[in-house]
């Protein structure tokens, strides 16, 4: 388990001080695919840096399985170090190296036995889908390629975690979804925990269990993918996911519509489309669709519908309380 308590980071500049992380505690679970994200400046990269102390936090400790790397001799950093593989945007490979040799790099500076070496380098590439690659200098890579060499390289030395900042966004869509593939299977095969910051809520919604928002240095929201996409609280938050999954009416639209709005929420399992066609039966009011959506969050569906009701306030609120029985968060976006 990887553990942030009360991380505070402060950068000192000729005559300023710069918060890049101010209070943060959070709790990252082993196994866990866990987002964070902000904009530009939120605090993000300073957060993460703080957990193989690449960058020192100013205040507060850092816990990896419960030991706190901020009081480890340097010597001790540096093998607690080789458990946590980081991947960056920008990949930083050693462009006069090549692809074998830039993963072998890696396992040299873990001391690992010289004639172990190459065994491990071709186990890596296979893992990434490299195999072919392994004399080849990185300019002769595509950008989803060089990411690839970049996770042989932060997995050479068996992390327990994996670090990535901003890893997919130097990629296409495509090739972006093939990089969060191969994430997800290291993530489950090996059982590694990654810690993943991106500002794209796609990433996001494509492979993480559990999130947190950042704006200004702080943690303002956290929890697990699911429930953040189906009810966020946070304006910031609700920014973000509008972004992906959009279910804002347009005021041209909310400014003809004369009954009651409201927003359904139906999640799991729950089917949405039974439960209003039921409502519609037993109550006199009359529903008109607005907009109807079945996003599937980490494999789970989530259903949202906006609807407007017609008819007698009093039937409609007992239509609206008949769905929350079974089921559904009624949220009303317009009163009449
Ligand atoms: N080395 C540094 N010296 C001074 N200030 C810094 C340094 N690194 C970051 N900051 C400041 O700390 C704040 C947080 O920066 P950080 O790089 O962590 O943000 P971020 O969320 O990763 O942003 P981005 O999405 O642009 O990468 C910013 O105000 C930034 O200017
Ligand atoms: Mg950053």
């Known amino acids: 388990m990887l553990e942030?308590?009360?991380?505070?980071?402060i950068y000192e500049s000729k005559n300023k001080q710069v918060v890049g992380v101010d209070n943060v505690s959070l709790k990252i679970n082993k196994g866990d695919i866990f987002g964070i994200v902000g904009y530009s400046g939120a605090g993000k990269s300073s957060l993460l840096r703080c957990v193989n102390l690449l960058?020192?936090?100013s205040n507060g400790k850092v816990l990896v399985d419960g030991i706190d790397l901020t009081q480890l001799s340097s010597s001790e950093l540096r093998?607690?170090?080789l458990k946590i593989g980081m991947i960056f945007q920008h990949f930083y490979l050693i462009s006069q190296k090549t692809v074998g040799e830039n993963i072998a790099f890696a396992l040299r500076a873990a001391k690992t036995p010289k004639n172990e070496?190459?065994?491990r380098v071709k186990e890596l590439l296979a893992m990434v889908g490299l195999t072919d690659k392994e004399d080849v200098f990185p300019a002769q890579l595509s950008g989803g390629q060089k990411q690839r060499v970049g996770i042989a390289r932060a997995l050479a030395n068996n992390p327990s975690i994996l670090l990535c900042d901003e890893a997919t966004s130097a990629l296409d869509p495509k090739t972006t979804l093939s990089i969060l593939k191969l994430l997800k299977q290291i993530n489950e095969k090996l059982g590694?925990?990654?810690?993943l910051i991106t500002h794209e809520m796609n990433v996001v919604k494509e492979i993480c269990n559990r999130m947190a928002i950042m704006q200004d240095?702080?943690?303002i929201e956290e929890g697990a993918v699911y429930d953040i996409f189906a009810q966020p609280i946070k304006p910031l938050t609700q920014e973000f996911i509008n972004s992906v999954v959009s279910f804002e009416i347009p005021d041209e639209i909310l400014k003809d519509v004369k009954?009651?709005?409201i927003k359904l929420l139906f999640k799991g399992e729950v089917a949405g489309e039974g439960v209003i066609s039921d409502t519609m039966q037993r109550f006199d009011v009359k529903g008109n669709f607005l907009h109807g959506t079945i996003e599937y969050i980490q494999e789970r569906p989530l259903g949202i519908f906006v609807m407007e009701l017609q008819g007698e306030k009093s039937t409609v609120d007992e239509a609206k309380k008949y769905m929350e029985q079974r089921g559904a968060v009624v949220e009303v976006v317009k009163h009449v």
């Open 192 to 195: 590694i925990t990654i810690v």
């Open 4 to 9: 942030f308590q009360n991380i505070t980071k």
């Open 259 to 261: 009954g009651q709005v």
């Open 55 to 57: 960058e020192r936090p």
């Open 117 to 119: 070496i190459h065994k």
């Open 79 to 81: 093998t607690a170090r």
């Open 217 to 219: 240095g702080k943690v």
